[in-house]
């Protein structure tokens, strides 16, 4: 055999093993870590949510953070969460996280101003996490849903910067009940 040809043909095979590797390494990766976008519409609705004993009533706005640490979706929201904590929690806003219950992880240490709660009454009607319920100044619930639409979480397609400002400014709000497409995980344990 000619040295030309056993040099293309050793090459040529090389190429062959490492585009196969390759794409054996895309795949996994891809299936580990990626996730279709789905353009599953989630249903939220606050009729069954109230803060604990302990917060419930009269006093600052309060922010809870449902998250499920199992979820991809919560990477472009905790970035967004962490600069709304700098941004309110000087202005008087306390936010709170309540992890899906059943599940294992922490959150990160740039969200370390989160208090930690361990139960909160209706949490287990929540559809899906990523979510947030936030409550006025006299302990109504003003909103219950997503953080944005869309596949990411920032300050420019988000529903919470309004929210808050209003709230702020001494304005009523009342959106519990929100209808939306998103990076969402389902909550309820039985799912």
């Avoid at 904590?85 to 996280?97: K, S």
């Avoid at 006299?138 to 639409?149: H, V």
Wanted: proline fraction near 8%.
């Amino acid at each position: 055999m000619p040295k030309p040809y056993r040099t293309a043909l050793l090459t040529s095979l090389i190429i062959l093993i490492c585009g196969a590797v390759l794409w054996v390494a895309y795949d996994w990766f891809q299936g580990r870590y990626l996730r279709a976008f789905s353009q599953h519409t989630a249903v939220f609705s606050g009729d069954m949510l109230a803060l604990p004993d302990a917060l419930a009533g009269p006093g600052p706005i309060r922010l809870v953070h449902f998250w499920d640490p199992a979820c991809p979706c919560n990477v472009a929201n905790q970035q967004h969460l962490g600069e709304l904590i700098e941004q309110y929690a000087p202005l008087g806003v306390e936010f709170y996280a309540l992890q899906k219950t059943g599940s294992h992880g922490q959150l990160p240490t740039t969200l370390g101003a989160l208090k930690i709660l361990t139960a909160l009454p209706g949490a287990d009607q929540v559809p899906a996490s990523p979510a947030v319920g936030i409550w006025d100044r006299s302990g109504k619930l003003a909103y219950f849903g997503p953080y944005s639409e869309g596949l990411t979480c920032n300050s420019s397609n988000s529903f919470i910067e309004p929210i808050l400002q209003a709230l702020n400014s001494g304005r009523a709000v009342n959106a519990t009940h929100t209808l939306a497409v998103g990076c969402y995980c389902s909550w309820p344990k039985d799912l």
